[in-house]
Nanobody, 116 residues
Framework: QVRLVESGGGLVQAGGSLRLSCVAS????????MAWYRQAPGKQRELVAH????????VYADSVKGRFTISRDNAKNTVYLQMNSLKPEDTAVYHC?????????WGQGTQVTVSS
């Protein structure tokens, strides 16, 4: 089992920045790729960014390219999402996920609200 706990969300004005963190505990040695997803009210959950096991490779949604950066510190079992130049359309609950060979685990999420 893997437990994920996100933090760092909040209310920010458009153009501002936030840094989200997600700490994994439990069977962390089983974790491979990790990712950040978001879900806005009335919308489906969407992939924001994905990072490989080593952290060497990352993939981003077109809507956040050039503004968001995903990174991970495997020694701390933590994945980060640095969000710059935030827009009102970035408002959502942000969830991190962790993949193992047999399952995908999810955190409870952290709310990000961007005011115009």
């Amino acid at each position: 089992q893997v437990r994920l706990v996100e933090s760092g969300g909040g209310l920010v004005q458009a153009g501002g920045s936030l840094r989200l963190s997600c700490v994994a505990s439990g069977s962390t040695f089983r974790i491979n790729a990790m990712a950040w997803y978001r879900q806005a009210p009335g919308k489906q959950r969407e992939l924001v960014a994905h990072i490989s096991t080593s952290g060497a490779g990352a993939v981003y949604a077109d809507s956040v390219k050039g503004r968001f950066t995903i990174s991970r510190d495997n020694a701390k079992n933590t994945v980060y999402l640095q969000m710059n130049s935030l827009k009102p359309e970035d408002t959502a609950v942000y969830h991190c996920s962790a993949n193992t060979v047999v399952s995908t685990y999810w955190g409870q999420g952290t709310q990000v609200t961007v005011s115009s």
